[in-house]
């Protein structure tokens, strides 16, 4: 009950509240701290930080550091990975009409992988035709792997909407207007 009371004090006149507040002149900005301190070069800390340690120089001058570039063949297979993906498209099966949520309007997609629309059909024509689409042809149809499809049709499934009419005409119903 302190919920509702609390929310209708918080929402009460909002609308008003907030042009209000937009209407107001921004608040000046705090002063900032004054930076024109005189530096102290005296002070123990500059002087540790500017002294030269002849040591440390004659270990650094010591170190010697050799750098090669990597072999040129994990270059050249890199490449051609990705030329394989390049070329292991598809096109699609199915798409939306129009141009929903602009989106861009998919001609390909890569082998392996699956659009929403291609799922739900896939998932579709296996409930209702599970002798005709197995998980074979369905991995056969979308270039899919075996055992992931096998997985999908397994643990996914789409939404059945059935509508049931009722019993009697004496029943109340909605009419349109």
């Given at each position: 009950m302190g919920a509702r009371v609390g929310r209708m004090f918080r929402n009460f006149n909002l609308e008003n509240r907030v042009h209000r507040e937009l209407a107001k002149e921004k608040p000046r900005m705090a002063p900032r701290h004054p930076d024109n301190l005189p530096l102290t070069a005296s002070s123990p800390e500059a002087d540790a930080v500017n002294q030269k340690n002849d040591t440390l120089l004659t270990a650094l001058r010591s170190v010697y550091v050799e750098s090669t570039d990597p072999v040129a063949a994990p270059a050249e297979d890199s490449?051609?990975?990705?030329?394989?993906?390049?070329?292991?498209?598809?096109?699609?099966?199915?798409?939306?009409?129009?141009?929903?949520?602009?989106?861009?309007?998919?001609?390909?997609?890569?082998?392996?992988?699956?659009?929403?629309?291609e799922a739900m059909k896939a998932l579709g024509g296996h409930q209702h035709q599970p002798q005709t689409w197995t998980p074979e042809k369905i991995a056969q149809e979308y270039c899919l792997d075996l055992k992931d499809t096998k997985a999908v049709l397994e643990f996914f499934v789409p939404f059945k909407v059935e509508i049931i009419p009722p019993k009697s005409g004496t029943g109340k119903q909605i009419k349109a207007s």
């Open positions: 490449k051609a990975v990705t030329t394989g993906k390049e070329t292991g498209r598809r096109p699609l099966k199915f798409s939306l009409p129009g141009d929903m949520f602009g989106t861009v309007e998919l001609t390909d997609v890569p082998k392996g992988k699956l659009t929403i629309v």
